[in-house]
Protein backbone atom coordinates (compact mmCIF):
# COMPACT_ATOMS: atom_id res chain seq x y z
CA UNK A 1 0.00 0.00 0.00
CA UNK A 2 1.42 3.13 -1.47
CA UNK A 3 2.08 6.51 1.64
CA UNK A 4 -1.19 8.14 0.31
CA UNK A 5 -3.19 5.48 0.30
CA UNK A 6 -2.27 4.34 3.94
CA UNK A 7 -2.76 7.71 4.91
CA UNK A 8 -6.53 7.74 3.64
CA UNK A 9 -6.66 4.67 5.32
CA UNK A 10 -5.77 5.79 8.91
CA UNK A 11 -7.87 9.28 8.72
CA UNK A 12 -11.22 7.30 7.35
CA UNK A 13 -10.05 4.81 10.46
CA UNK A 14 -10.43 7.67 13.05
CA UNK A 15 -13.04 10.29 11.33
CA UNK A 16 -16.10 10.44 13.62
CA UNK A 17 -19.05 9.17 11.65
CA UNK A 18 -21.65 7.28 14.04
CA UNK A 19 -24.61 5.71 12.13
CA UNK A 20 -27.35 8.74 11.41
CA UNK A 21 -23.99 11.35 12.12
CA UNK A 22 -21.86 10.46 9.33
CA UNK A 23 -21.10 14.53 7.72
CA UNK A 24 -17.30 14.09 8.57
CA UNK A 25 -16.70 10.42 6.96
CA UNK A 26 -18.86 11.06 4.04
CA UNK A 27 -17.01 14.27 2.95
CA UNK A 28 -13.25 12.65 3.46
CA UNK A 29 -14.59 9.76 1.44
CA UNK A 30 -16.44 12.36 -1.20
CA UNK A 31 -13.19 14.54 -1.36
CA UNK A 32 -11.10 11.26 -2.19
CA UNK A 33 -12.96 9.92 -4.87
CA UNK A 34 -14.06 13.01 -6.67
CA UNK A 35 -10.61 13.47 -8.94
CA UNK A 36 -10.63 10.29 -10.33
CA UNK A 37 -13.86 9.31 -10.65
CA UNK A 38 -17.19 10.27 -14.06
CA UNK A 39 -19.69 11.48 -11.13
CA UNK A 40 -20.18 11.58 -7.80
CA UNK A 41 -23.71 11.82 -6.03
CA UNK A 42 -25.34 12.04 -2.04
CA UNK A 43 -28.85 10.59 -2.49
CA UNK A 44 -31.28 10.23 0.72
CA UNK A 45 -29.82 9.87 3.99
CA UNK A 46 -26.73 10.51 2.88
CA UNK A 47 -24.98 7.42 1.23
CA UNK A 48 -22.42 8.77 -1.24
CA UNK A 49 -22.41 7.31 -4.88
CA UNK A 50 -19.39 7.91 -6.85
CA UNK A 51 -19.57 6.18 -10.62
CA UNK A 52 -16.66 5.25 -13.50
CA UNK A 53 -18.17 4.76 -16.52
CA UNK A 54 -16.89 1.73 -18.58
CA UNK A 55 -18.17 0.95 -22.55
CA UNK A 56 -21.17 -1.16 -22.21
CA UNK A 57 -24.71 0.48 -21.60
CA UNK A 58 -26.11 -2.76 -19.63
CA UNK A 59 -23.83 -4.03 -17.50
CA UNK A 60 -23.28 -2.43 -13.82
CA UNK A 61 -21.72 -3.39 -10.86
CA UNK A 62 -22.28 -2.05 -7.55
CA UNK A 63 -19.42 -2.23 -4.81
CA UNK A 64 -20.39 -0.94 -1.28
CA UNK A 65 -18.66 -0.67 1.96
CA UNK A 66 -20.80 1.14 4.74
CA UNK A 67 -18.73 4.57 6.04
CA UNK A 68 -20.83 4.76 9.26
CA UNK A 69 -19.82 2.91 13.00
CA UNK A 70 -20.65 1.96 16.23
CA UNK A 71 -21.53 4.92 18.65
CA UNK A 72 -23.87 5.92 21.34
CA UNK A 73 -26.30 8.67 21.92
CA UNK A 74 -26.98 10.44 25.38
CA UNK A 75 -30.76 10.13 26.18
CA UNK A 76 -30.76 11.14 30.29
CA UNK A 77 -28.50 13.89 32.33
CA UNK A 78 -28.94 13.56 35.90
CA UNK A 79 -28.64 16.83 38.41
CA UNK A 80 -24.88 16.30 38.69
CA UNK A 81 -23.95 16.65 35.15
CA UNK A 82 -23.40 13.13 34.27
CA UNK A 83 -24.68 11.98 30.45
CA UNK A 84 -26.55 8.20 30.72
CA UNK A 85 -26.77 6.76 27.09
CA UNK A 86 -28.03 4.65 24.34
CA UNK A 87 -26.13 2.20 22.31
CA UNK A 88 -26.10 3.16 18.08
CA UNK A 89 -25.47 -0.52 16.84
CA UNK A 90 -24.35 -3.60 18.46
CA UNK A 91 -22.45 -2.20 21.36
CA UNK A 92 -21.30 -4.75 23.96
CA UNK A 93 -21.10 -2.40 27.36
CA UNK A 94 -18.26 -4.66 29.72
CA UNK A 95 -16.39 -3.43 26.19
CA UNK A 96 -16.87 0.40 27.49
CA UNK A 97 -16.13 0.62 31.03
CA UNK A 98 -12.96 3.07 31.49
CA UNK A 99 -13.10 3.93 27.77
CA UNK A 100 -12.52 7.49 26.69
CA UNK A 101 -15.00 8.90 24.50
CA UNK A 102 -15.53 11.92 22.22
CA UNK A 103 -19.00 14.05 22.71
CA UNK A 104 -20.60 15.14 19.05
CA UNK A 105 -22.05 18.30 20.38
CA UNK A 106 -23.51 21.49 19.72
CA UNK A 107 -20.18 23.50 20.57
CA UNK A 108 -17.92 21.28 19.13
CA UNK A 109 -16.88 17.42 20.00
CA UNK A 110 -15.61 17.36 23.41
CA UNK A 111 -13.68 14.30 25.25
CA UNK A 112 -15.23 12.46 28.38
CA UNK A 113 -14.99 8.94 29.91
CA UNK A 114 -16.83 6.57 30.81
CA UNK A 115 -17.32 5.55 34.43
CA UNK A 116 -18.49 2.75 36.27
CA UNK A 117 -18.76 2.60 40.29
CA UNK A 118 -15.67 1.25 41.65
CA UNK A 119 -15.90 -2.37 42.87
CA UNK A 120 -14.48 -1.29 46.73
CA UNK A 121 -18.21 0.24 46.79
CA UNK A 122 -19.83 -2.20 45.50
CA UNK A 123 -20.89 -5.46 47.99
CA UNK A 124 -20.98 -8.85 47.02
CA UNK A 125 -23.74 -9.73 44.95
CA UNK A 126 -23.48 -6.05 43.23
CA UNK A 127 -19.81 -7.50 41.55
CA UNK A 128 -21.74 -10.67 40.14
CA UNK A 129 -24.29 -8.76 38.48
CA UNK A 130 -24.07 -8.56 34.67
CA UNK A 131 -22.93 -5.24 33.40
CA UNK A 132 -26.07 -3.21 31.42
CA UNK A 133 -25.62 -0.39 29.66
CA UNK A 134 -28.01 1.86 32.14
CA UNK A 135 -24.65 0.76 34.78
CA UNK A 136 -22.99 3.58 33.18
CA UNK A 137 -22.60 6.82 32.20
CA UNK A 138 -20.04 9.66 30.22
CA UNK A 139 -18.28 12.30 32.64
CA UNK A 140 -17.17 15.38 30.94
CA UNK A 141 -16.76 17.20 33.88
CA UNK A 142 -19.76 18.73 34.03
CA UNK A 143 -20.48 19.87 37.66
CA UNK A 144 -24.61 20.50 36.85
CA UNK A 145 -27.45 19.11 34.57
CA UNK A 146 -27.28 22.80 33.41
CA UNK A 147 -23.93 23.04 32.06
CA UNK A 148 -23.61 19.30 30.63
CA UNK A 149 -26.86 20.35 28.28
CA UNK A 150 -24.95 23.09 26.60
CA UNK A 151 -22.13 20.87 25.89
CA UNK A 152 -24.38 17.25 25.20
CA UNK A 153 -28.03 17.38 25.23
CA UNK A 154 -29.73 14.56 24.76
CA UNK A 155 -29.61 13.14 21.37
CA UNK A 156 -26.02 14.09 21.03
CA UNK A 157 -24.01 11.20 19.42
CA UNK A 158 -20.98 10.01 20.89
CA UNK A 159 -17.84 8.32 19.21
CA UNK A 160 -16.44 5.30 20.53
CA UNK A 161 -13.09 3.45 19.87
CA UNK A 162 -9.69 3.63 20.28
CA UNK A 163 -6.88 5.63 17.47
CA UNK A 164 -5.02 3.42 14.93
CA UNK A 165 -1.84 1.71 15.73
CA UNK A 166 0.24 -0.15 14.41
CA UNK A 167 1.60 -3.58 15.65
CA UNK A 168 4.10 -6.43 15.10
CA UNK A 169 3.53 -8.50 11.35
CA UNK A 170 1.58 -5.38 9.51
CA UNK A 171 -1.03 -5.68 11.91
CA UNK A 172 -3.16 -2.86 12.46
CA UNK A 173 -5.82 -1.97 15.06
CA UNK A 174 -8.10 0.70 15.17
CA UNK A 175 -12.37 1.39 13.94
CA UNK A 176 -11.90 -0.57 11.09
CA UNK A 177 -15.37 -1.95 11.01
CA UNK A 178 -16.42 -0.93 8.28
CA UNK A 179 -13.92 1.75 7.12
CA UNK A 180 -12.03 -1.00 6.20
CA UNK A 181 -15.06 -1.34 3.45
CA UNK A 182 -15.17 2.35 2.40
CA UNK A 183 -11.84 2.39 1.82
CA UNK A 184 -11.60 -0.52 -0.49
CA UNK A 185 -14.05 0.76 -2.81
CA UNK A 186 -12.36 3.70 -2.65
CA UNK A 187 -9.25 2.31 -3.48
CA UNK A 188 -10.77 -0.02 -6.06
CA UNK A 189 -12.19 3.06 -8.11
CA UNK A 190 -8.59 4.88 -7.82
CA UNK A 191 -7.04 1.15 -9.96
CA UNK A 192 -9.59 1.32 -12.10
CA UNK A 193 -9.92 4.65 -13.26
CA UNK A 194 -6.29 4.60 -14.40
CA UNK A 195 -7.45 1.41 -16.34
CA UNK A 196 -10.50 2.84 -17.48
CA UNK A 197 -9.67 2.49 -21.15
CA UNK A 198 -9.81 -1.32 -20.67
CA UNK A 199 -12.94 -1.32 -18.47
CA UNK A 200 -16.05 -2.70 -19.90
CA UNK A 201 -18.70 -2.59 -17.02
CA UNK A 202 -20.08 0.57 -15.60
CA UNK A 203 -18.64 0.32 -11.80
CA UNK A 204 -20.60 1.90 -8.70
CA UNK A 205 -18.91 2.69 -5.50
CA UNK A 206 -20.64 3.20 -2.84
CA UNK A 207 -20.27 4.46 0.61
CA UNK A 208 -23.40 3.54 2.44
CA UNK A 209 -24.52 5.16 5.67
CA UNK A 210 -26.62 3.49 8.69
CA UNK A 211 -25.21 -0.25 7.94
CA UNK A 212 -24.95 -0.36 11.61
CA UNK A 213 -28.23 0.48 13.15
CA UNK A 214 -30.66 -0.24 10.68
CA UNK A 215 -32.37 -3.35 10.51
CA UNK A 216 -33.35 -2.34 7.06
CA UNK A 217 -29.68 -1.57 6.08
CA UNK A 218 -31.40 2.00 5.03
CA UNK A 219 -28.22 3.34 3.32
CA UNK A 220 -28.02 -0.07 1.15
CA UNK A 221 -31.41 -0.64 0.42
CA UNK A 222 -31.59 3.09 -0.81
CA UNK A 223 -28.75 2.98 -3.31
CA UNK A 224 -29.32 -0.18 -4.86
CA UNK A 225 -32.95 1.07 -5.64
CA UNK A 226 -31.93 3.93 -7.16
CA UNK A 227 -29.49 2.10 -9.53
CA UNK A 228 -30.64 -1.35 -10.19
CA UNK A 229 -26.71 -3.11 -11.13
CA UNK A 230 -26.73 -6.38 -12.85
CA UNK A 231 -24.72 -7.25 -9.75
CA UNK A 232 -23.73 -5.66 -6.25
CA UNK A 233 -20.56 -6.97 -3.77
CA UNK A 234 -20.69 -5.67 0.02
CA UNK A 235 -17.27 -5.69 1.39
CA UNK A 236 -17.59 -6.04 4.91
CA UNK A 237 -15.40 -7.44 7.83
CA UNK A 238 -15.75 -11.51 8.83
CA UNK A 239 -14.65 -12.81 12.15
CA UNK A 240 -10.75 -14.17 12.34
CA UNK A 241 -10.94 -16.80 14.80
CA UNK A 242 -7.10 -17.31 15.21
CA UNK A 243 -8.53 -16.21 19.21
CA UNK A 244 -8.50 -18.10 22.60
CA UNK A 245 -11.62 -19.24 22.87
CA UNK A 246 -12.88 -19.04 19.60
CA UNK A 247 -14.98 -22.43 18.71
CA UNK A 248 -13.99 -23.11 15.26
CA UNK A 249 -16.73 -25.95 14.84
CA UNK A 250 -19.32 -23.17 15.49
CA UNK A 251 -18.15 -19.88 13.85
CA UNK A 252 -15.46 -21.87 10.80
CA UNK A 253 -11.55 -21.48 10.65
CA UNK A 254 -11.18 -18.19 9.12
CA UNK A 255 -8.04 -16.30 9.87
CA UNK A 256 -6.11 -13.49 9.69
CA UNK A 257 -3.16 -13.12 7.21
CA UNK A 258 -4.96 -15.92 5.11
CA UNK A 259 -6.54 -13.62 3.15
CA UNK A 260 -9.45 -12.18 1.91
CA UNK A 261 -12.68 -13.95 3.22
CA UNK A 262 -15.95 -15.06 0.72
CA UNK A 263 -19.15 -15.71 1.95
CA UNK A 264 -21.01 -18.69 0.80
CA UNK A 265 -23.84 -19.83 1.08
CA UNK A 266 -27.87 -19.82 0.90
CA UNK A 267 -28.44 -15.96 0.25
CA UNK A 268 -25.15 -15.09 -1.75
CA UNK A 269 -25.53 -15.60 -5.69
CA UNK A 270 -23.51 -18.73 -6.28
CA UNK A 271 -23.20 -17.59 -10.36
CA UNK A 272 -21.34 -14.19 -8.66
CA UNK A 273 -19.08 -16.09 -6.15
CA UNK A 274 -18.11 -18.58 -8.67
CA UNK A 275 -17.45 -15.49 -10.95
CA UNK A 276 -14.88 -13.56 -8.35
CA UNK A 277 -13.48 -16.82 -6.65
CA UNK A 278 -12.14 -17.63 -10.70
CA UNK A 279 -11.18 -14.01 -11.36
CA UNK A 280 -9.13 -14.83 -7.59
CA UNK A 281 -7.59 -17.91 -8.33
CA UNK A 282 -6.40 -16.57 -11.94
CA UNK A 283 -4.44 -13.45 -10.27
CA UNK A 284 -2.77 -16.07 -7.95
CA UNK A 285 -5.32 -14.87 -4.70
CA UNK A 286 -6.39 -17.87 -2.24
CA UNK A 287 -9.67 -16.76 -0.66
CA UNK A 288 -11.11 -18.46 2.42
CA UNK A 289 -14.80 -19.20 2.53
CA UNK A 290 -17.20 -18.20 5.25
CA UNK A 291 -20.60 -19.66 5.34
CA UNK A 292 -24.21 -18.32 6.13
CA UNK A 293 -27.36 -20.12 5.87
CA UNK A 294 -29.69 -17.44 4.71
CA UNK A 295 -28.50 -14.08 5.78
CA UNK A 296 -25.29 -12.61 5.06
CA UNK A 297 -25.21 -9.77 7.74
CA UNK A 298 -23.77 -7.41 5.60
CA UNK A 299 -25.34 -4.36 2.96
CA UNK A 300 -25.46 -7.46 0.88
CA UNK A 301 -29.04 -8.55 2.80
CA UNK A 302 -30.76 -5.25 1.92
CA UNK A 303 -29.48 -5.74 -1.67
CA UNK A 304 -30.60 -8.76 -2.66
CA UNK A 305 -34.47 -8.13 -2.24
CA UNK A 306 -34.57 -4.64 -4.17
CA UNK A 307 -37.06 -4.26 -6.87
CA UNK A 308 -37.24 -7.88 -8.43
CA UNK A 309 -33.85 -8.51 -6.56
CA UNK A 310 -30.06 -7.99 -7.39
CA UNK A 311 -27.32 -11.16 -7.15
CA UNK A 312 -25.23 -10.12 -4.36
CA UNK A 313 -22.67 -11.36 -2.33
CA UNK A 314 -20.38 -10.61 0.70
CA UNK A 315 -16.59 -9.81 0.61
CA UNK A 316 -14.41 -9.72 3.48
CA UNK A 317 -11.56 -8.70 5.34
CA UNK A 318 -10.87 -11.06 8.70
CA UNK A 319 -10.95 -8.92 11.85
CA UNK A 320 -10.39 -9.74 15.42
CA UNK A 321 -12.64 -8.55 18.03
CA UNK A 322 -15.48 -7.25 15.87
CA UNK A 323 -17.98 -4.80 17.77
CA UNK A 324 -15.34 -4.03 20.60
CA UNK A 325 -13.45 -0.78 21.17
CA UNK A 326 -10.85 -1.58 19.34
CA UNK A 327 -10.62 -3.93 16.71
CA UNK A 328 -7.66 -5.79 14.70
CA UNK A 329 -7.06 -6.22 10.96
CA UNK A 330 -4.17 -7.14 8.81
CA UNK A 331 -2.78 -4.54 6.05
CA UNK A 332 -1.76 -7.72 3.39
CA UNK A 333 -5.36 -8.98 3.86
CA UNK A 334 -7.10 -5.50 2.94
CA UNK A 335 -4.74 -5.17 -0.04
CA UNK A 336 -5.93 -8.52 -1.25
CA UNK A 337 -9.82 -7.56 -0.64
CA UNK A 338 -8.92 -4.40 -3.37
CA UNK A 339 -6.45 -7.16 -5.87
CA UNK A 340 -9.30 -9.73 -6.07
CA UNK A 341 -11.97 -7.18 -6.68
CA UNK A 342 -10.00 -5.76 -9.44
CA UNK A 343 -9.16 -8.96 -10.43
CA UNK A 344 -12.93 -9.67 -10.67
CA UNK A 345 -14.02 -6.42 -12.44
CA UNK A 346 -11.36 -6.27 -15.73
CA UNK A 347 -12.27 -9.90 -15.92
CA UNK A 348 -15.53 -9.05 -17.49
CA UNK A 349 -15.23 -8.65 -21.23
CA UNK A 350 -18.99 -8.81 -22.24
CA UNK A 351 -22.03 -8.29 -21.00
CA UNK A 352 -23.38 -10.87 -18.33
CA UNK A 353 -26.06 -12.47 -16.31
CA UNK A 354 -26.05 -13.71 -12.91
CA UNK A 355 -29.25 -15.19 -12.79
CA UNK A 356 -29.94 -18.77 -11.63
Same mark, same amino acid.
Given at each position: ???????????????????????????????EVEP????????????????????????????????????????????????????????????????????????????????????????????????????????????????????????????????????????????????? !? &??? /? $??? *???? #????? +????????????????????? !? &??? /? $??? *???? #????? +????????????????????? !? &???????????????? +????????????????????????????????????????????????????????????IEQV???????????????????
Amino acid at each position: MNNHSLSFFKKLAIVPGPSGFEDQARALWRAEVEPFCDSVETIAHGSEIATIRGKSQKTSFLLMGHIDQLGLIVRYINDDGFLYFAPIGGVDPDTLISRRVSVMGPKGEIPGIIGKIAFHLQDAEDRKKKLEMHDLWIDIGATSKKQAEEYAPIGTPVVIGEEYIELLNGRIASRIDNRF !G &AFV /V $AET *LRRL #AKKKA +DLFPTIHGAATVQEESSPGYT !G &AAT /V $AYH *LKPT #AAIAV +DVNHSVDIPGADKRRFGDARM !G &AGPIVTIGVASSNKLT +DAVRAAAETAGIACQLEYENGRMGTDADAMSTIRSGIPTMSLGNPLRYMHNTVEMGQISDIEQVIDVLEAFILSVREDVTYTP
